[in-house]
């Protein structure tokens, strides 16, 4: 199977790309990214050799440049996107153009060449929840431009999946941890930050709730959806591993032998969400899926991958200056 995986110099788009190469020697993987916010080319080393792996510098906006690449692939994985919330805040518009623009370019390609196409999309479509769990039927309710972007990418999936049959298929994950994030992230920064014994900034009080899931577990879990998911249909990914920032933060340092003194509470961003939940039983009873990693080993397992590469995430100058990028927006 040819797939075009776009993305891929981010975060879960490597490692999925790493582990599918790895695992499995019937793929063959063009990667199609832009250089964007959270890309790194040192992430896809492993691979950048491999007679079945192709890299290809691009923007998913490019309509020529994507039909080209499509029409050399059997399916499409939509990783690409801006992710990171803080910066959606201070200026929405990258985000319009890679998360909508992007994700329309893709998906009305695939729908007239008839391929296959999964959009990557997230919990924080359905906002915060006090109680309970959404599931794919859950109404959206996304609160910063991030989420919304990636909602309206969802809408337009929906009405092609209607108006055209399109065979695309939506997975909504929780948040992710493992190798290969990008350093501001929560996860990278605070190793980062407390290996060096530096201050680590914490949101609020820090209370804020996400369920964390092992990147490795939601690369099977898209696989299952490319190999065996219903056309047009959605299905949510959760690890059902609800913890607060502030506990993830004492497990790193616990980890690390580093003291709680190193936790700095700093003003809380706007349209905060205080928690996400997803209910993934679909996906178990439909597709088989289930999650393998514990968080506990999984952490420790992370924690020496950044240890093990100061190379790649050597240079801390963008999580260290600037923990409210908002306040730069002339909003
Ligand atoms: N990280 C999480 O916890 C999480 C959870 C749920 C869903 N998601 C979704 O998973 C996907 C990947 O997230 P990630 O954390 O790996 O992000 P990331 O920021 O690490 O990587 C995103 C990649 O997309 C590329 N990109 C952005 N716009 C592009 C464009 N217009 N054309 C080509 N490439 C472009 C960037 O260069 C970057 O390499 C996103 O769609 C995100 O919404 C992430």
Redesign the pocket.
């Known amino acids: 199977m040819k797939l075009l995986v ?8 490597s490692n999925f790309i790493i582990k599918l190469l790895k695992e499995n020697e019937n793929f063959e993987i063009i990667n ?8 790194n080319t040192d992430n896809v080393t492993e691979v950048q050799n491999l007679k079945n792996y192709q890299f290809v510098q ?4 490019n309509k020529i440049l994507m039909e080209k690449l499509i029409t050399k692939s059997d399916a499409v994985i ?7 919330v803080d910066k959606s805040i201070k200026d929405a518009n990258p985000f319009l ?2 998360n909508i623009r ?1 994700a329309f370019t893709l998906l009305d390609i695939v729908t007239k060449q008839k391929k296959r196409m999964i959009q ?4 924080e479509i359905f906002g915060s929840l006090n109680t309970g769990s959404a599931d794919e039927q859950s109404k959206f309710n996304p609160s910063n431009p991030y989420a919304a972007t ?1 909602a309206a990418a969802e809408l337009l999936v929906n009405s092609y999946c209607k108006t055209f049959d399109s065979d695309i298929i939506i997975t ?5 941890y493992g190798p290969r ?2 350093a501001e ?1 929560l996860i990278p920064k605070t190793i980062i930050l407390a290996y060096q014994d530096k201050k680590i900034p914490i949101y609020g009080k820090g209370a804020n709730v996400r369920d964390w899931i092992f990147v490795d577990d939601h690369c099977n879990a898209i696989l299952d959806v490319l190999q065996n998911g219903d056309s047009g249909d959605s299905y949510n990914i959760s690890a059902n591993n609800e913890i607060s920032n502030l506990q993830v933060v004492k497990t790193i340092l616990k980890v690390l032998n580093k003291s709680e003194d190193l936790i700095e509470f700093v003003e809380d961003r706007p349209g905060h969400d205080f928690r996400y939940s997803l209910n993934s039983s679909k996906i178990s009873k439909k597709l088989g899926w289930s999650v393998k990693a514990g968080f506990e080993d999984s952490i420790k397992k992370t924690i020496q991958w950044y240890l093990n590469n100061p190379d790649i995430f050597g240079n801390t100058s963008s999580i260290t200056s600037d923990f409210t990028p908002w306040k730069n927006s002339n909003k």
């Open positions: 776009t993305g891929g110099l981010g975060f879960i788009g199609v990214d832009a250089g964007f916010a959270g890309s691009g923007n998913i906006t939509n990783f690409a996107a801006e992710t990171f153009v890679s992007g990557i999309s997230t919990d990636k909504r994950c929780t948040n992710n994030q990008f992230k």
